[in-house]
């Protein structure tokens, strides 16, 4: 596949309207820090331009401007981006419409389903 067929279909799943089953809310998926000092909902997000997760780099949200993991994972950031899964699946980030719109799990390719 050319990149350009790649972008072609991320940019078509990007305006699905999906069922999504975020695996990060009920930290089914554990969150991530990034090479860059900054924690991502999970290791799918990690990637060089966190597309669709820009809120949650902001530079009090970076691991060096913290206390603990907690006050980056409770902060209102992460509240707002919890919410657009849950709420507003439309408007989620491509990578989570990707990698969360089945509730069957990915752990060994089975046919497990997650817990809701």
């Not at 999906?18 to 695996?23: E, F, I, N, S």
């Amino acid at each position: 596949m050319t990149d350009n067929n790649w972008i072609d279909r991320d940019n078509e799943i990007a305006k699905l309207e999906v069922k999504l089953y975020p695996r990060c809310v009920k930290f089914e998926k554990e969150p991530t820090l990034s090479a860059t000092g900054y924690i991502v909902p999970c290791c799918w997000a990690d990637s060089s331009t966190f597309e669709g997760m820009e809120s949650l780099m902001k530079p009090h949200l970076h691991i060096d401007n913290v206390d603990s993991v907690e006050d980056i994972i409770l902060s209102e950031e992460w509240d707002e981006f919890f919410d657009v899964l849950t709420n507003q699946p439309k408007d989620a980030p491509l990578i989570c419409k990707k990698y969360c719109c089945t509730d069957k799990s990915f752990k060994n390719r089975g046919d497990y389903e997650i817990n809701r």
